[in-house]
């Protein structure tokens, strides 16, 4: 079975442009959620999405804003970027199990804000 | 609140060596998860082991083993006779209550076995 996949793997951006990160989730998972990892520290989480709906949100800036398609494929947009947006970003699609959701996380997409 | 605390930033040990990894954590929840997961240098987070709050059963699995102890919100990570293909930042995990599907963090460990 394929594994989470993220595109695009780098990406390039002036600040104050637009990015769009798109992850999808492994065939059967319902659920994505998103973090970022700045160079250095743990990741955090960003948003966590079931069923098309928004199940979560982290402490982030409305400049951050996804969704989550009728596949469960799911799309990350930043918009106005700074140059601390500059980050590892990871999916992770998730599967319901036994009590707890099991999460597997992408090669992530990493974003290079200048 | 919420916190993973993993205070040794860098470790480095001979191959061979057992090297032992720490985490402590804060939470108010009765019931949550611990984790852990190895980062190596492509990026991907590799699941390693999940503990839940009720389960305080030490865990071994070939040259890895967990001890977690709620008295002291500890849940302590240890490579036995490490081996250069451990070298990766390894982080320790939170997620309080059952159906949360968000993880913190701690800062991590980047773990250098050198050859």
């Known amino acids: 079975d394929a594994g989470v996949t993220q595109s695009p793997t780098h990406l390039i951006k002036t600040r104050g442009q637009q990015v769009t990160l798109r992850c999808s989730p492994i065939?059967?998972?319902?659920?994505v959620s998103w973090y970022q990892q700045v160079l250095g520290q743990g990741p955090q989480f960003i948003f966590q999405?079931?069923?098309?709906?928004?199940?979560g949100r982290g402490n982030f800036p409305d400049r951050f804003s996804a969704r989550q398609f009728p596949n469960y494929s799911s799309e990350l947009n930043v918009n106005a970027l700074l140059l601390g947006d500059s980050a590892l970003y990871l999916c992770?699609?998730?599967?319901?199990?036994?009590?707890?959701?099991?999460?597997?996380f992408g090669p992530g997409t990493r974003l290079t804000v200048t | 609140a919420q916190k993973v605390t993993q205070a040794q930033t860098e470790i480095s040990v001979v191959e061979k060596e057992d090297v032992t990894l720490d985490c402590v954590y804060e939470t108010r929840d009765t019931t949550y998860y611990l984790f852990w997961y190895k980062q190596p240098p492509s990026g991907e987070l590799v699941f390693l082991i999940r503990?839940?709050?009720?389960?305080?059963q030490n865990e071994i699995s070939g040259r890895y083993s967990w001890n977690f102890q709620k008295s002291t919100s500890s849940f302590n990570f240890t490579i036995t006779a490490s081996q250069v293909v451990d070298s990766a930042v390894y982080f320790c995990a939170l997620s309080e209550a059952l159906g949360a599907n968000n993880l913190f963090f701690g800062t991590g460990t980047r773990l250098t076995v050198i050859p």
């Open positions: 992770a699609s998730s599967l319901w199990l036994a009590g707890f959701y099991e999460q597997y």
């Open positions: 503990r839940n709050s009720f389960d305080e």
């Open positions: 999405y079931y069923e098309k709906e928004e199940r």
């Open positions: 065939s059967g998972h319902k659920s």
